[in-house]
């Protein structure tokens, strides 16, 4: 069974940094692209960064681009976003899934149950 | 950037069929892929490749694609349908994944 688990998340003022975590279990996590989704309260899906399997390619929104950081650590089976120069924007529900394939059939077939980031003074 | 439009809401009675759109420029020629989002839920892949289904997703859940809409058909509309539904594509131009702005499905 494939789960997904996040962490990391919390309360961190505007211009602060914080580091998400998503501890991956139930498939080859080294042969699967992985990605973070947020979601704003009361608003839709807005798709953050996709991670390659390899770990070479990176993709970002252009809302967090120069920003924020998708990395992976295999031996972990786990993937990261860390967050720096955070804005009030910022605030949203994080979801780790994973990525069907890089590319143009890409979809997330599986989510975790998101971490909470709230950015406020 | 390649842009998906939904419209904000669906509403439907309770046996009937509902058709939620998700319109985009040519979005014929790409793959469009749906998810269902409960209240206080993480999103559910629905259909994939257009029309696909995971395993564990109701028959009743159909996609279709072309031109400048793809469309998701739920037939048999039951209560526990009532959710947020959301359309995705990659965008190749930018290497980006996009998503609709999502439709609220009311069962009426």
């Known amino acids: 069974e494939v789960q997904l688990l996040e962490s990391g998340g919390g309360l961190v003022q505007p211009g602060g940094s914080l580091r998400l975590s998503c501890a991956a279990s139930?498939?080859?996590?080294?042969?699967?692209?992985m990605s973070w989704v947020r979601q704003a309260p009361g608003k839709g899906l807005e798709w953050v960064s996709v991670?390659?399997?390899?770990?070479?390619?990176?993709y970002y929104a252009d809302s967090v681009k120069g920003r924020f950081t998708i990395s992976t650590d295999n031996s972990k089976n786990t993937v990261y976003l860390q967050m720096n120069s955070l804005r009030a924007e910022d605030t949203a529900v994080y979801y780790c899934?994973?990525?069907?394939?890089?590319?143009?059939?890409?979809?997330?077939?599986?989510w975790g149950q998101g971490t909470l980031i709230s950015v406020s003074s | 950037s390649y842009v998906l439009t939904q419209p904000p809401s669906v509403s439907v009675a309770p046996g009937k069929t509902a058709r939620i759109t998700c319109g985009g420029n040519?979005?014929?020629?790409?793959?469009v892929h749906w998810y269902q989002q409960k209240p206080g839920q993480a999103p559910v892949l629905v259909i994939y490749?257009?029309?696909d289904r995971p395993s564990g997703i109701p028959e009743r859940f159909s996609g279709s694609n072309s031109g400048n809409t793809a469309t998701l058909t739920i037939t048999r509309v039951e209560a526990g349908d009532e959710a947020d539904y959301y359309c995705?594509?990659?965008?190749?131009?930018?290497?980006?994944?996009?998503f609709g702005g999502g439709t609220k499905l009311t069962v009426l």
């Open positions: 899934a994973k990525f069907s394939r890089l590319g143009e059939l890409s979809f997330f077939d599986y």
């Open positions: 995705q594509v990659w965008d190749s131009s930018g290497d980006h994944v996009v």
């Open positions: 991670i390659s399997d390899s770990g070479v390619n990176t």
């Open positions: 040519n979005i014929g020629s790409k793959s």
């Open positions: 139930g498939f080859t996590f080294s042969s699967y692209a």
């Open positions: 490749y257009d029309s």
